[in-house]
């Protein structure tokens, strides 16, 4: 189960990285992605290493992309509630 928790957490950062890769933008919301891609990152690196559980390095990291796309989308006028949603219930699983 932690390697398929790893694996998620991996490919949604991933997926976050290229998102703002992809954007070309240097914007406050993207520092905020990439903070918590990192943050996610490491969380992850570090449940596999010390097998200790950091759960509130996840939970910043998962809260900060969360802000940084909020952010994107309200800058953009693109603002999607339904977007943000899902994203906040597929977050709130990847916690748990």
């Known amino acids: 189960m932690k390697i398929c928790g790893a694996v ?14 992809k954007e070309k933008l240097k914007s406050i919301s993207s520092a905020f992605i ?6 996610v990152f ?7 290493v010390w097998c200790k559980n950091f759960i509130m390095i996840m939970i910043i990291g998962m809260l900060s992309i969360s802000v940084g ?27 748990c």
């Open 8 to 21: 998620l957490a991996i490919f949604y950062v991933g997926l976050m990285v290229f998102a703002v890769y």
């Open 34 to 39: 990439l903070i918590g891609c990192l943050l």
């Open 42 to 48: 490491l969380y992850t690196f570090l449940n596999m």
């Open 69 to 95: 796309t909020f952010i994107n989308g309200f800058k953009g006028k693109n603002l999607h509630i339904h977007h943000h949603v899902i994203r906040i219930i597929v977050e709130i699983v990847s916690v």
